[in-house]
Nanobody, 125 residues
Framework: QVPLVESGGGLVQPGESLRLSCAAS????????IGWFRQAPGKEREGVSC????????SYTGSVKGRFTISRDKAKNTMYLQMNNLKPEDTGVYYC??????????????????WGQGTQVAVSS
């Protein structure tokens, strides 16, 4: 059974919104850090947003601040990424991830132990 399953990606025009979901099974979203990452063609995977752990500290990469919002529903064991005012440079495969540990700074991919399969987001006019 795949522990993390993303959904919600798609093709949108600039300025539109998408909401990504990541449903977890067999792994808790209420202990270690959880995060969203993305990878554009030919580029390295980068951290987009994360929650550091049980204290709920949130980080965003600079290019998405004010446009993206990360959240989680502990009862559903699901995390979300609300993406507003999307731009072409937001295009890429988006992955959710879970770490066994709490990280004060949580946007580094190697900090994470479980990864989803990814969902494609394309922003184009």
């Amino acid at each position: 059974q795949v522990p993390l399953v993303e959904s919600g990606g798609g093709l949108v025009q600039p300025g539109e919104s998408l909401r990504l979901s990541c449903a977890a099974s067999g792994v808790s979203l209420d202990h270690g850090a959880i995060g969203w990452f993305r990878q554009a063609p030919g580029k390295e995977r980068e951290g987009v947003s994360c929650i550091s752990g049980t204290d709920g500290g949130i980080s965003y990469t600079g290019s998405v601040k004010g446009r993206f919002t990360i959240s989680r529903d502990k009862a559903k064991n699901t995390m979300y990424l609300q993406m507003n005012n999307l731009k072409p440079e937001d295009t890429g495969v988006y992955y959710c991830a879970v770490s066994f540990r709490i990280w004060v700074y949580c946007l580094i991919p190697r900090q994470y132990d479980y990864w989803g399969q990814g969902t494609q987001v394309a922003v184009s006019s």
